[in-house]
Every structure is written in C-alpha cells, then in structure tokens.
C-alpha cells in the first residue's frame, strides 16, 4: 500500500525553465509533508517543509505547494540549475506518529544547461 | 544547522560477520533516530525507530535479532548488521530529529557489501 506516490519516476528540465515535481498522498491524516533531495550514494538533504495548515511555503527558488482536498502536494523550482538534478524524494507525517515519515519513490531531476 | 554524521561510509566484509555501522547528531540533540535501508533506484525503506535509553521500534518483516539497534544516547545510535549475508548488502542511512519536529535529517549513508 503506497501512501505517498511520486508517479513520474524522472523529469527533464532545460535550465532557467521551471521544474514542477508531483507527489500525491492516499492518508488524509498526513499533516506534515517535506521535499528531500538526494544524489546517490548520499543521504537525502532537507528541502522543504509544509504544514497541513498552509497551502504554500516559499524558500528561495523552491516553493511548495498543498492542496489537501486533492491530496496533492508540488515542489517547484524557479529558476532550475543544472546543480538541481538530483532524486526528489517527498515524504508525509502523521501527527503523534513519532515522526516516522513515509516517502515517495522519488523523481529524477535532469536540468540541462 | 543540523548535521547528522555517519560512520563508515563504506564496509565491506565476509558472510557471516557482524557490522556496526554509527550514527550521530554533531550540532544537535536528537530525541529520535531513524534507520533505513534503499535499494537501487527504490525509495527509503524505514527499517526501524530509535529512541534514546529505549528499545527500538522495528517496521514490519524487518528482523530485529538481525538488525540490532542500540540508542545510547542523544547524540548516537548504533546499527548493527548480524551475521550478515550477501542479501543484506545495501545502502544504510540514518536519519536524526529534535524532539518537537518531524524534519529529518540525514547522514551520508552506508555502504555495505557482503561478500
């Protein structure tokens, strides 16, 4: 049973253009959701955070998006750099869960110059 | 900033051996560690929680006699691969949390190749 599902497994971007990175989720109890990236053969860095009680954050050129009645969350990435291709992973928590966070299966980010 | 650090970074070994693999927090305190396992081109699998001075909370169909976790404090825990298998070579990463917030972060991973 997948609860959080990145159903595009790779994307390819020409720089300066936008990347959009889809993640949608199955749980409506979710409450917390985060954007990792990671390159291989390393650990996944911390993007991004959204609380269920948001629609939006914004950090610099990465904003993510919530639309909890469609179950659905965005990362976007305004300008893309060719230093953005990587593996995004987004992940989903529940509330008194102890953290425990279920990923996605991750997107492969391609940003050509 | 919140730095998670792990050690090795790359263990080879023969089947049938024993491996710890070490995870600490440097610049912070960290209530809960996380350890998971990825295969190739496959998403995080949480193998397991740890929280400090208690017994670990393993995922389902993950064996905890194999995969002993030890989470003596709040600034390391440790994984340690049993009797290890050809099977069980994989990329192993911890992740850390402060207490009061979901965000994880991530060591650099471990590479483990049993021969």
């Known amino acids: 049973d997948q609860q959080v599902k990145q159903n595009s497994p790779s994307l390819s971007v020409q720089e300066g253009r936008i990347s959009i990175l889809n993640c949608d989720y199955t749980?409506?109890?979710?409450?917390?959701f985060l954007w990792y990236k990671k390159y291989p053969a390393e650990g996944p860095t911390f993007l991004i955070s959204?609380?269920?009680?948001?629609d939006k954050n914004e950090d610099g050129r990465f904003t993510v998006f919530l639309n909890k009645s469609a179950k659905h969350l965005s990362l976007h990435i305004v300008p893309s750099q060719p230093g953005d291709s990587a593996v995004y992973f987004c992940?989903?928590?529940?509330?008194?869960?102890?953290?425990?966070?279920?990923f996605g299966q991750g997107t492969e980010l391609s940003v050509k110059p | 900033g919140a730095v998670v650090s792990q050690h090795p970074s790359r263990v080879i070994c023969k089947s049938g051996t024993s491996v710890k693999i070490e995870c600490r927090s440097l610049?912070?305190?960290?209530?809960?560690m996380f350890w998971y396992r990825q295969f190739p081109k496959q998403s995080l699998m949480l193998m397991a929680t740890?929280?400090?001075?208690?017994?670990?909370?393993?995922e389902q169909g993950v064996e905890k006699d194999k995969f002993l976790i030890n989470h003596a404090s709040l600034t390391l825990s440790t994984l340690t691969v049993t009797s290890a298998h050809p099977e069980d070579s994989s990329f192993y990463i911890c992740?850390?949390?402060?207490?009061?917030?979901?965000?994880?972060?991530f060591g650099p991973g471990t590479r483990l190749t049993v021969l």
């Open positions: 610049d912070f305190q960290a209530t809960t």
């Open positions: 992940a989903a928590s529940k509330y008194n869960q102890g953290g425990k966070l279920i």
């Open positions: 992740s850390a949390k402060r207490g009061g917030s979901d965000t994880q972060y």
């Open positions: 959204i609380s269920s009680i948001k």
């Open positions: 740890s929280n400090e001075g208690s017994k670990a909370t393993y």
């Open positions: 749980n409506s109890m979710f409450d917390y």
